[in-house]
């Protein structure tokens, strides 16, 4: 099997093709970039099965030429909105499975839309397997499947706990795409329709076993795609946790970027300078761990909320992951990627078609992978994933499972 990974040996690129490494999930990687020397040189320190290309993925003719010879294509190449459909058309046209990690609601409408075709090249595609969108849907799928019916599913994660690792003169691409998504508006599920709004909107929160949190919607993918395969959903919305000092700061941001006072990168670089760098040692156990030393505890760092019934009575569940892979935003986008792809190489992904993560994953094959590749390391999903119900009085205290 052979792998195409594009942007390989960028920020998030890295984290995946070495994970895909480490699982032995293929018998070669090529990894392709703009810079050839920045190719090369990853691919020499990566060791053997791993392979440099010089592409630009807008010459059509070298894409095609470059899928062709891969069994799939694994794009962590942004913006989604400009490259995301040229990179999936060729795989369609030339019949080869893909994943990617598009985070932005809008260009997740767009690949979705290649469903048909994809299906009728025989190929598989899921789109958004990273953190938030990725992990989270899986998550959100795995709550929903605890209860009889659902209506509303909520997928939240930390602003505090997805910062760079270091603040530089130019913004992250992911505080770039983060500033995007809290300026204009965002498209999100509610009263059984797809709407319009206005971001950082609060959203209060009934968190079995821990209680009534705030919460703060932004635009995602999670949104608008959990309705498309969950039929009976009311509302969807994904959600950020965050001090409220750094939410005040982000509306500040977002109403000077809306007037056209701020670019979208200098709102980016303001934005990391007012919140500043995550601590390396900031990750989502040590989050969990801290919980239970607070009276008043907030929210886990990544999570996937259900409401609606069990056993005829209203009920809600919540699932929530007590590690992650190791190297900040890199690893807990790229290593869950690599999950994905290991997965539809080794043909426990039947569907054919484009999809969400919801959409075509088994939720506890996805985090039995996923487990031993976190730090610290856990068995299987069993032992990665809290689940709290509201009708299981013993799930109530949440510190007491930390």
């Known amino acids: 099997m052979k792998v195409l990974a594009l942007g390989g040996c960028g920020g998030m690129g890295t984290y995946a093709v070495r994970a895909l490494l480490g699982m032995k999930a293929c018998d070669e990687i090529i990894v392709a970039d703009l810079d050839e020397k920045r190719a090369a040189s990853f691919a020499e320190k990566a060791g053997e099965g791993v392979s440099p290309l010089a592409l630009d993925v807008s010459d059509q003719e070298a894409l095609d030429r470059a ?3 891969a069994d799939l294509v694994m794009n962590t190449v942004g913006p989604f909105f400009k490259f995301g459909k040229i990179v999936l058309s060729s795989c369609i046209r030339i019949k080869r499975h893909y994943v990617d990690i598009c985070d932005d609601w809008q260009p997740t409408l767009e690949l979705l839309e290649l469903n048909d075709q994809a299906r009728e090249a025989g190929i598989t595609a899921i789109i958004g397997m990273g953190a938030s969108p990725g992990v989270s849907n899986v998550l959100g799928k795995k709550a929903i499947a605890e209860l009889d019916s659902a209506e509303s599913i909520f997928t939240g994660w930390s602003i505090d706990a997805a910062k760079p690792e270091r603040v530089g003169d130019k913004a992250s691409a992911a505080t770039v795409h983060g500033i995007y998504q809290l300026s204009g508006t965002i498209r999100v599920f509610d009263g059984g329709k797809y709407i319009d709004a206005l971001p950082i909107k609060p959203v209060d929160l009934d968190y079995p076993g821990i209680g009534v949190r705030r919460t703060y919607t932004i635009g995602h993918p999670e949104s608008v795609t959990f309705p498309r395969y969950f039929p009976e959903l009311q509302k969807s919305q994904n959600v950020f946790l965050s001090s409220l000092f750094n939410v005040v700061g982000l509306n500040v941001i977002s109403w000077l970027v809306n007037r056209k006072l701020l670019t979208i990168d200098n709102a980016a670089h303001l934005a990391e300078m007012i919140e500043g760098a995550a601590r390396p040692e ?4 040590k989050m969990l761990a801290d919980l ?5 505890a907030p929210l886990p760092p990544m999570f996937g909320l259900a409401l609606g019934t069990k056993d005829g009575a209203p009920a809600s569940a919540a699932c929530a ?3 992650a892979p190791a190297g ?3 690893g807990i986008t790229g290593v869950p990627l690599a999950v994905s792809a290991a997965m539809v190489l080794g043909g426990k992904v039947k569907e054919r078609g484009v999809f969400a993560p ?3 994953l088994d939720p506890d094959q996805f985090l039995d992978t996923l487990a031993p590749l976190c730090s610290p390391r856990k ?3 069993a032992d990665l994933v809290l689940t709290t119900r509201s009708w299981d009085t013993e799930d109530l205290d949440f510190s007491k499972h930390l």
């Open 67 to 69: 899928v062709s010879e």
């Open 282 to 285: 900031e990750t989502p156990a």
């Open 292 to 296: 239970a030393n607070k009276k008043k």
């Open 321 to 323: 992951i007590l590690s």
């Open 328 to 330: 900040g935003m890199g």
């Open 358 to 360: 919801e959409g075509a």
């Open 379 to 381: 068995n299987d999903a």
